[in-house]
């Protein structure tokens, strides 16, 4: 069983890791804490679903949760973080919080509040190595959230796009006197941040098969210890965080009781907080938050 | 006479109101806690448990409650100082989660089943505490203990250097923050005679916030208009039916951004009390 | 100046404060005599599907009562309220429309916690309020005389629903698994499930070690690795379906095709089709494809409107939730008939006690699935089918009925 539950703490683990990377992208660019991502994810999902009951491949089934989560994720920049840049920071994340209420709103009158579920579920098929079961559509998840980060990971250390991401992330004034867009900057971290909640959305969504407006809300709580806990500005520190509290949940829930294992996981987030802030990978400690 | 649905609605208010301001003290010391709701859930059950358990008369278990949480308060101020900004809402936001998971499994308080048995209070009583409460915080801004509190937020490096205790302040304010948090759970507790865990989450403590951040985030009176807003609105938002919860949303939004500082700041609240700007 | 500008607009505001709280009973005499009713649904929020369905039920069974003559030549009006399953909004609509509608009797709330905190006040307020889902044992018992449910005690329907299990399958032992944070779901599946096990000499594998998620958890597949470790002969799933979905889905994922069994919290179209193959038990009084004349009626009339009203989804089909609240105000129709309700302002409290009195006495009223009466705890006395869903279909295996000593059967 122990193997077994390593493999449902890797796949959960890509979901946590995916979307904490979506929070860290806003969060450690912007300092904003943008609480509309849990309900990007679950856009994303809605999207993609929709794409595979009209009997379309994959590949375009998660091109539609990137680019339609992208895409909301500009209304949220446009509207409720730009006008509020220079308001303490509890401004904006409570705008992105009225933004989620609208978007679950909305996802409940277009699709209903009961589970929206697939008929017959993607990527099926199932190999058995010894004790262990995973399936094609899990694969498929656990390698997409690698070659994403990766991706993610490549954009922002080694392209000129990332360096002004970076730019802005260390200082925006000075930014734009180096002549970075700070405003382009911003709307393209929003923008990244959604595709990959998109597309955590529609991988996730489709191995889980059946989804809900209100399946981003756990989640996204959870993916924000993750990202605290990986190191908010490190993109390795979620590859390598998101596995470790998955683990470590499935394990609380394995061996000692499922009944704790939230407070387990959030017990496990603030003693990092105080023990290491800067997260597990995170370098100096230069990560303060800014007045609230 | 009014009429018992009003009667209701404003006892929700004063609730409301109470952890809108354990909200509101925290924050003018600089920092933001999203996990206050952990502090009403102590305070709801601790005072439930006395009055219906050991039977003591209901001020007592709230003032009691009140302490306990004050020192619960105490020891999550201490760590709190290691953090900052957003990752110091976070940590809160985790404790939170935390509070009402141990309520979920604490069977002696009936776990998920929740707990009954509470005797009901009126709307007077409520009110008592709340108005009282109020008062006590507008009068509290008027003092010295404030204008250290503002200069916390403000500078904590300059505070200090003045001789001030950013230490003893942030920590008090969360004390202070947690036993008011208490009270307005104890109310809670005996308004609706029945609590359980779902009543004190991640919901709940972002209610509070937006009562102050929509209400007025920099006068103590902004969170009453918050609360009132926030109570009050899905009510008159009914025609909406199933956009209600949509339109809320937007109001928040629209709110943010017309109107940052909330409905009632400084100047507003000058002119209202017939005073000149001070 | 500003400052003057401003004073007269805070005059205003406050003129137009207290004005609005200065509740008049705005009354205003009705000149057709009407009979007003309430309902209680969640119509937003995370069951927004059940508010609405059962909104559209109501507004038929209002039109087929108008379009026959009314109630004694009276009009029927329901003013039916959101309360999007919260408790607190669920207290201030029963206050609403007690007090201010003046209803004569509350369908809802639906959910347990809401009924929770809205019992007590239609007590207070002496006004009947009637659960169309709740099944959290007790919650009825502890409000009495004004609360009612029409719904059956989870304990009294495991007693048939668990030696049907047992015999069908060939159960020797099983393994529980309930979502913690719903009351009803957690009190089934950590208090009511293992009696029953122990009272039918299923052996529960997992008794010293309880096995649960959370309500909106998406995986489960920690826990159902655990279950398959475990090699039950059935499965217990406590939850409501849309969780059950979920649990049922990994367990066809992880290959544990075991028979599943549960509450009434199970029963839905929904979860037949998370995976077919796999049979679920569960008990009912009332499912969409229900033989009989007055169900498929229902049926028959129901599910076209449902299917047309904004908000819900194309296939959807009338729930148990549907029919239980169809019942509810069928029955306080019945009571308004039978016992000389006349529906003038004067007479509402003696109006409410008469329907109160009515619903305490009630034997055989027609329901959809048979006969139906309230016990001293306020939950009903009706006939109700152990089901199993397999293959797409439910296909009901036994009949039961929630009789109470001193209370005439089904």
Sequence with gaps: MLLQQLVNGLTLGAVYTLIALSFSLVMGILGVLNLAIAELFMLGGFFGFAVIAAQLPLPLAILAGMVGAALVAVIVEKIGYQPLRDAPVVTPMLSTLGFSIIFQNVATNIWGSDPLQLTDEVLATRFTLGPVSISAMQITVLGATVMLVALLAFVVQRTSIGRALRAVAENRDVARLLGVSADRVTLLAFMLSGALAGAAGVLIGLHYAAITPYIGVEIGLKAIAVMVIGGTTRIWGALVAGPLIGIAEVMTVAYGGSQVRDFVVYGFMIVILLLRPQGILGGSGADQGQRV | ?278 | MALSWIRTVCVAVAGGALATFAAVDSGAAQNAPEIVLGAVVPSSGPFAEWGRANTATLQMLEKQVNDAGGINGAKLRIVILDDAAKPALAANNVRKLAGDDKVLAIAGPLTSSAAEVAFPVANTMKVVSTSQASSKPGVAKLNRPWAFRNTIDEGVLGRTTIPYFKKAFNIKTVAIIFDAKDATAATVGSKIMPALMKENDIKVLNESDPLSFNTGDLDVSAQVTKLKSLNPDGVVVSADYSQGVTVIREMKRQGLIKPVVGATQLISSAILKAAPEIPIVAPATFYATMKGERPEKFVKDLQPILRKTNGLPPEIEPSMYDANIYEIVSMYIDAIKKTGVTGKPGDLEADRTKIRDHLAKLVGFQGLGGPIGFNDDGDAIKAFYIVQGQNGVWESKVRGCSTAPGHPGC
């Design chain 2, 1 to 278: 006479m009014i009429s018992v649905y009003y009667a209701g609605l404003l006892a929700d208010v004063g609730i409301l109101l109470l952890g809108a301001l354990s909200v509101y003290i925290i924050l003018a010391t600089g920092q933001l806690s999203l996990g206050n709701a952990g502090f009403m859930g102590i305070g709801a059950y601790l005072t439930s448990y006395l009055t219906v358990v050991v039977g003591v008369p209901i001020t007592l278990a709230l003032i009691l409650a009140a302490a306990a949480s004050g020192i619960v308060g105490t020891v999550v101020g201490f760590p709190a100082l290691r953090l900052k900004g957003i990752y110091l809402a976070i940590a809160t936001l985790g404790f939170g989660e935390m509070v009402r998971s141990f309520f979920l499994n604490f069977d002696t308080m009936g776990g998920s089943g929740g707990f009954h048995g509470m005797k009901h209070i009126s709307v007077g009583y409520i009110w008592a505490w709340a108005a009282g409460i109020l008062i006590l915080v507008v009068l509290l801004e008027r003092s010295r203990v404030w204008l250290e509190m503002r200069a916390v937020h403000d500078d904590e490096t300059a505070a200090g250097l003045v001789g001030l205790n950013p230490t003893t302040i942030k920590v008090g304010a969360f004390s202070f923050g947690a036993a008011v948090a208490a009270i307005s759970g104890g109310l809670f507790a005996h308004h609706h005679v029945y609590i359980e865990p779902g009543n004190f989450g991640f919901e709940r403590s972002i209610d509070f916030v937006l009562a102050v951040i929509l209400g007025g985030s920099t006068v103590g009176p902004g969170a009453l208009v918050g609360s009132f807003l926030l109570v009050l609105l899905p009510e008159y938002l009914r025609f909406l039916a199933d956009w209600r919860l949509a339109a809320f949303g937007v109001l928040l939004i629209g709110m943010l951004l017309v109107r940052r500082q909330g409905i009632l700041d400084r100047s507003l609240f000058n002119a209202l009390a017939f005073r000149r700007a001070s």
